[in-house]
């Protein structure tokens, strides 16, 4: 093992919560390496997917770019439980995000006092929201402000985009049944910002932006942290393991470089920022005599209330001609079934997002059933003339919902895989079924002539929240509201892990506030000497 010259700080993934954290910390000065699982990537060479010519089946491969096939592998306790979707390589899974950037409501943060369910965060919405300023102005947000729900956001950085023509057709539904809708906040530039130029609307983001216009790590914060002459970011370095000093103190990171060769960098502060499933798995392997359960588990949490958004995707047929396929996937967003409604039998509820539903020909050739003629007649009948809303509904967080280490399964270097069990419970299934009839009155109302699609994945979200939850009590926690483990003072979690309950918003922007107001906190400690 080669042994690594002591650095201030060392920083585990370069995604949402990494990327930000190296860019601050280095603009104060902080000596910092980033240890990234995934690649390097040039989005002109590597993101070019969407302009070729047979270019769905041309992104379905660039997919594939975004994994780490050594280390990323899961094992799931049900057969029928999806795995979950990441994105490795230097700016994370926001190499892949939709860059949708709503907040979370005030009332996420309190459901066990309002509704009697889950745990309250130890922080409030109001003390976050100079930090969720602060990153909305990094990204250059695009949105429109002083909205039914956030009247406190009186503007964006950027104006938001018009509603598309498929927007428009469906808004007919929502306008009948009394549902208000607003413009989404998207990390997307309208006009040129910071450098970089305006978003060209080919509507691929979930597969890497080409022209730099969606605000992902990789063009925001990374450069900026690199400018700092302070970080130095080193990707395809798979971390294995933390290990601990005589104190139960967190000292070195043993990780494994492109070429096989093993490394322990030593560093006065940690910060995890691996994700959802990939942190509890680091903390579990990392287990010592001093943290015999796994590093900062004395409260048994790490691991524990996996959530995912229980996210119904659905598409209708219109008799309009719609050509939805065309321009950026969504732009539209509605919260007023957002939170509990005590007429419900079930606790808190679902935001509803406007898209363009099934786009492309190979896509919806695959998706309805048929053969032969009379399915390319379907095909050339409903191509051009579908419209989607996705309802993301907010899941309660419970213990038997889990990341654990397999006892059997080991990867590439050695490190047993993550064993993921997740299931729906009695709430979840209760809001599963109000959603998809919210979904059919709202086409029916708009004039739909048939639904599509209407599917929900178990497991298979995109948005992966829990495992580390930060609390007041290190008996029911892992982490305080700076993100800071109870067990060990100079180790940081910045990532969705250290959510306490997922509400319905993408949850990038949430981690990303939070990961600003933990590294200001770490910045004011350093100096104090507390750390």
Same mark, same amino acid.
């Given at each position: ?5 002591e ?11 990494g ?6 910390l280095?603009?104060?000065?902080i ?7 995934g690649?390097?990537f ?6 070019c997917?969407?302009t ?7 992104l379905?491969d660039?997919?594939e ?11 799931v306790a049900s ?10 390589g ?10 949708y950037?709503?907040r ?7 459901i066990?006092?309002?509704?009697g ?9 109001e003390?976050l ?29 950027n104006p938001?985009?018009e ?8 808004? %007919? ?13 998207v990390?997307?530039?309208?006009r040129p910002?910071?450098g970089r130029p305006?978003?060209?609307?080919c ?8 022209t ?9 914060y990374i ?11 080193r990707?395809?370095?798979v971390?294995?393991?933390?290990e601990?000093?005589?104190? *139960?103190k ?5 990780y494994?470089?492109k ?15 691996a994700?959802t499933?990939q942190?509890?798995r680091?903390?579990?392997n ?13 409260s048994?949490m ?18 309009d %001609?719609?050509?939805s ?10 919260l007023d079934?957002?939170?509990?409604n ?7 509820g ?11 020909p190979?896509?919806?050739a695959?998706?309805?059933?048929g ?10 009948r409903?191509? *051009?003339?579908i419209?989607?809303i996705v309802a993301?509904g907010e ?18 270097y ?10 729906l419970?009695?709430n ?11 979904? %059919?009155e ?19 979200g995109g948005?992966?929240?829990g ?13 305080n509201s700076f993100?800071?483990c109870h ?7 910045v ?10 918003a993408?949850p ?9 107001r933990?590294?200001?906190?770490l ?9």
């Amino acid at each position: 093992m080669i042994k690594l010259d002591e650095v201030d700080v060392c920083i585990i993934g370069s995604g949402a919560g990494g990327g930000l954290a190296a860019k601050e910390l280095g603009e104060n000065g902080i000596c910092i390496v980033v240890l990234e699982a995934g690649k390097r990537f040039n989005p002109l060479h590597d993101f070019c997917g969407a302009t070729q010519r047979d270019w769905e089946r041309a992104l379905e491969d660039q997919r594939e770019i975004f994994r780490v096939p050594k280390m990323d592998r899961v094992t799931v306790a049900s057969k029928d439980t999806h795995r979950p979707s990441v994105a490795y390589g230097v700016g994370g899974t926001t190499l892949r995000y939709l860059a949708y950037c709503p907040r979370l409501l005030p009332d996420d943060f309190s459901i066990r006092s309002h509704d009697g369910v889950g745990m309250d965060w130890p922080i409030t919405y109001e003390e976050l929201a100079p930090y969720y300023r602060k990153v909305e102005w990094e990204l250059g947000v695009s949105g429109a402000g002083a909205d039914p729900w956030f009247p406190d956001i009186e503007k964006y950085p950027n104006p938001p985009f018009e509603f598309s023509h498929t927007n428009k057709i469906v808004k %007919r539904g929502c306008d009948e049944l009394g549902i208000r809708l607003w413009p989404v906040p998207v990390a997307r530039n309208s006009r040129p910002f910071d450098g970089r130029p305006i978003c060209v609307q080919c509507g691929e983001c979930e597969y890497g932006c080409m022209t730099g216009a969606r605000s992902s790590v990789d063009v925001t914060y990374i450069p900026k942290a690199e400018a700092t002459g302070k970080v130095q970011i080193r990707p395809e370095c798979v971390v294995t393991r933390i290990e601990t000093d005589a104190n *139960g103190k967190a000292k070195s990171v043993v990780y494994f470089d492109k070429n096989g060769m093993e490394h322990e960098q030593k560093a006065k502060i940690i910060i995890v920022s691996a994700g959802t499933v990939q942190t509890p798995r680091l903390l579990l392997n990392s287990k010592s005599s001093q943290h015999p359960d796994g590093l900062a588990n004395s409260s048994g949490m790490v691991g524990r209330n996996w959530m995912q958004h229980i996210s119904l995707f659905s598409a209708a047929v219109f008799p309009d %001609r719609i050509d939805s396929y065309r321009g950026f996937f969504g732009g539209a967003i509605s919260l007023d079934r957002a939170g509990t409604n005590k007429k419900n039998s079930f606790a808190r509820g679902w935001s509803l997002e406007l898209n363009s539903g099934i786009r492309g020909p190979a896509q919806l050739a695959l998706s309805v059933p048929g053969w032969g003629t009379s399915h390319k007649k379907y095909l050339h009948r409903v191509f *051009g003339h579908i419209a989607g809303i996705v309802a993301v509904g907010e899941q309660l967080p419970d213990e038997r919902n889990r990341v654990e280490l397999d006892p059997e399964v080991v990867d590439h270097y050695g490190m047993p895989v993550p064993r993921i069990t997740f299931n729906l419970y009695d709430n979840d299934k209760l809001m599963l079924k109000a959603m998809e009839k919210n979904l %059919r009155e709202i086409y029916a109302a708009a004039g739909a002539t048939e639904i599509l699609k209407m599917r929900y994945r178990k497991g298979g979200g995109g948005h992966n929240m829990g495992t580390c939850r930060m609390g007041k009590s290190p008996k029911t926690s892992v982490c305080n509201s700076f993100c800071q483990c109870h067990d060990v003072p100079n180790l940081f979690l910045v990532d969705g892990s250290v959510f306490v309950s997922g509400g319905t918003a993408n949850p990038a922007l949430t981690i990303q506030a939070l990961g600003t107001r933990a590294v200001r906190y770490l910045i004011e400690e350093g100096k104090k000497g507390y750390l």
